[in-house]
């Protein structure tokens, strides 16, 4: 009977541990969310260096929604940071914090073959990504 009860306890533990696996595993593979980024001012196909959307609330507005839609999961909810990715409220602002932002948006970040950030910029296209950037700006901390 011992036998048969550490057995049980066994795989009850492998399911457990199964189950819990499953579920930070599904994590990994997601879908972007499209930005409806129409209201906004056309800014041509060419990949800008500065923001030209800073300060444009309509624009913060639309990026805070794409953010909580494609950023939020990984940099965490009002762009405060889990410890999972970068804490994004301390980014540089203004123009010179703008080219390293649009570099990781457009490009992504890996490492060692390991994806740690996919490229954004092609899914979600320039736009929403500096209107992501115009609504981190108010984020912002020291």
């Given at each position: 009977m011992r036998n048969q009860g550490k057995l049980a306890?066994?795989?009850a533990a492998f399911v457990a541990g199964a189950s819990i696996t499953?579920?930070?595993?599904a994590h990994g593979n997601v879908t972007p969310q499209a930005v409806d980024t129409t209201t906004l001012p056309e800014i041509g196909e060419a990949w800008l260096k500065q923001n030209p959307y800073r300060g444009?609330?309509?624009?913060?507005?639309?990026?805070?929604?794409?953010?909580?839609?494609?950023?939020?999961?990984?940099?965490?909810?009002e762009a405060e940071s889990g410890g999972i990715a970068p804490d994004l409220r301390y980014l540089e602002v203004g123009d010179t914090g703008d080219?390293?932002?649009?570099e990781r948006f457009q490009h992504g970040s890996s490492h060692d073959g390991k994806v740690y950030m996919p490229p954004m910029?092609?899914?979600?296209?320039?736009?929403?990504?500096w209107a992501i950037r115009a609504w981190l700006e108010t984020k912002h901390q020291e």
């Open positions: 306890l066994l795989c499953s579920s930070v595993l444009n609330a309509a624009a913060a507005k639309i990026g805070e929604s794409a953010y909580g839609q494609n950023c939020a999961r990984c940099h965490g909810l080219e390293w932002y649009i910029g092609e899914v979600l296209g320039q736009k929403a990504g």
